[in-house]
């Protein structure tokens, strides 16, 4: 399954025509999809809903649910694809050699890809989740870089991220444990990091341009990035040709660069800059971030792609302008980094899409650009939701 999935995303990306699906909430759903799209998502926000394993306490998508939630729902929709397709040699075994060839074969066989969360833990709880899903079944999963514990939906406010090094363990840990079994798996970086609020330390030299420090010792509410605050310092310290080689250096050389990095070119080019990232710290120990600046998702994806097949960044709205310059930015480092979106429910697509040929080609359009996995969360839920309603109101 795994090597199906990432046979079809490549060949996806080498065409610019993406595959697409959505989430499905139980095996009807499930199996019916089989019919029309070429993989199945298996959504956390959705068992978090509705398929609890062990306590059947339904709540919202903070991956608080029993680690084993996911991997039981690909258990039971693998299970499914294999009852149908033994169905289907039954069928086909009581059939003339004509009839064989006259109604050809339906795969069934179409691979899950499950929402990991954050792992559920270390480094062991992401080998076990591995572990897990790829005994299940799964073709492939995805890994979020937010913090386990404090883990929300992402497109909740809040979220707290954890270092560049740390999300890179964790896929390093889900690759090791793939190759400790033999067996391959898909896996997708997924990062938060565009609409983050916090992040729970600065180990990672990665993450320092975009985390927000006081840049007045007298006044604590006052806090820019380092980029920022050296950005402010050039222009008020520096003149003509000294500010202007100052200037175009920082602004291609800033967001690449540690602090420590940041502030001894700055002293050593006559603009030293205040900058403090400990005194506006939440109550947690947290570290604010900027939020907003697509460049962050860019940094921390050209780093997972070493680890991940594919990445997949996690926006607020359906803007077709930031996804092209995420990809464009991602694609002149990494080239053949393959890319997912969430065409999610949560977007205000109307705001976006004024015309419905407009909305008709937004997926072929991101297919272009190399996002190969596009797909709808919650459509399963959205839809059971929706006919149950209707149903339950006419019966009655």
């Known amino acids: 399954m795994s090597q199906k999935l990432y046979k079809g995303f490549r060949a996806a990306f080498e065409k610019g025509e993406p595959w697409s699906c959505y989430g499905a909430l139980d095996n009807v759903q499930m199996i019916n999809a089989t019919k029309y799209q070429p993989c199945i998502y298996v959504s956390g926000w959705q068992c978090s809903s509705t398929h609890i394993v062990g306590t059947n306490e339904p709540g919202p998508d903070f991956a608080d649910y029993p680690m084993n939630t996911l991997p039981d729902k690909v258990d039971q929709f693998m299970k499914a694809q294999i009852l149908h397709d033994r169905k289907q040699n039954e069928e086909r075994s009581k059939m003339t050699a004509a009839e064989r060839t006259a109604t050809p074969r339906r795969d069934y066989f179409r691979p899950c890809i499950a929402d990991a969360d954050a792992g559920f833990g270390g480094i062991t709880s992401v080998m076990k989740l591995t572990k897990l899903f790829i005994e299940a079944g799964a073709g492939g999963m995805h890994l979020e870089d937010q913090k386990p514990g404090v883990k929300k939906c992402g497109h909740l406010g809040g979220k707290v991220l954890v270092s560049v090094r740390e999300h890179l363990t964790?896929?390093?840990?889900?690759?090791?444990?793939?190759?400790?079994?033999?067996?391959?798996?898909?896996?997708?970086?997924?990062?938060?990091?565009?609409?983050?609020?916090?992040?729970?330390?600065?180990?990672?030299?990665?993450?320092?341009?975009?985390?927000?420090?006081?840049?007045?010792?007298?006044?604590?509410?006052?806090?820019?990035?380092?980029?920022?605050?050296?950005?402010?310092?050039?222009?008020?310290?520096?003149?003509?040709?000294?500010?202007?080689?100052?200037?175009?250096?920082?602004?291609?050389?800033?967001?690449?660069?540690?602090?420590?990095?940041?502030?001894?070119?700055?002293?050593?080019?006559?603009?030293?800059?205040?900058?403090?990232?400990?005194?506006?710290?939440?109550?947690?120990?947290?570290?604010?971030?900027?939020?907003?600046?697509?460049?962050?998702?860019?940094?921390?994806?050209?780093?997972?792609?070493?680890?991940?097949?594919?990445?997949?960044?996690?926006?607020?709205?359906?803007?077709?302008?930031?996804?092209?310059?995420?990809?464009?930015?991602?694609?002149?480092?990494?080239?053949?980094?393959?890319?997912?979106?969430?065409?999610?429910?949560?977007?205000?697509?109307?705001?976006?899409?004024?015309?419905?040929?407009?909305?008709?080609?937004?997926?072929?359009?991101?297919?272009?650009?190399?996002?190969?996995?596009?797909?709808?969360?919650?459509?399963?839920?959205?839809?059971?939701?929706?006919?149950?309603?209707?149903?339950?109101?006419?019966?009655?």
């Open 170 to 396: 964790r896929l390093q840990a889900a690759r090791l444990q793939s190759d400790i079994m033999g067996c391959d798996i898909v896996i997708v970086a997924r990062t938060d990091s565009l609409d983050a609020s916090f992040l729970d330390n600065n180990v990672d030299p990665i993450d320092h341009p975009w985390i927000m420090g006081c840049v007045d010792p007298a006044d604590l509410s006052n806090t820019l990035t380092f980029v920022d605050a050296g950005l402010a310092q050039i222009k008020k310290s520096l003149t003509g040709e000294k500010q202007q080689n100052a200037l175009e250096f920082w602004n291609t050389n800033a967001k690449k660069m540690s602090l420590f990095q940041a502030q001894k070119y700055a002293k050593e080019n006559g603009f030293p800059f205040y900058f403090d990232w400990e005194s506006n710290r939440t109550d947690e120990g947290y570290y604010k971030l900027k939020k907003g600046d697509i460049d962050y998702p860019v940094a921390r994806a050209i780093a997972f792609a070493d680890y991940a097949d594919l990445v997949w960044p996690e926006t607020h709205s359906p803007d077709f302008a930031e996804a092209k310059e995420f990809a464009e930015k991602v694609h002149a480092v990494k080239p053949h980094c393959m890319l997912g979106y969430n065409n999610s429910p949560s977007f205000n697509w109307d705001l976006y899409f004024k015309k419905s040929e407009d909305l008709e080609a937004f997926i072929p359009k991101m297919g272009k650009l190399g996002y190969v996995w596009q797909f709808v969360t919650l459509a399963g839920f959205h839809m059971d939701a929706l006919i149950s309603e209707v149903f339950s109101r006419n019966f009655a």
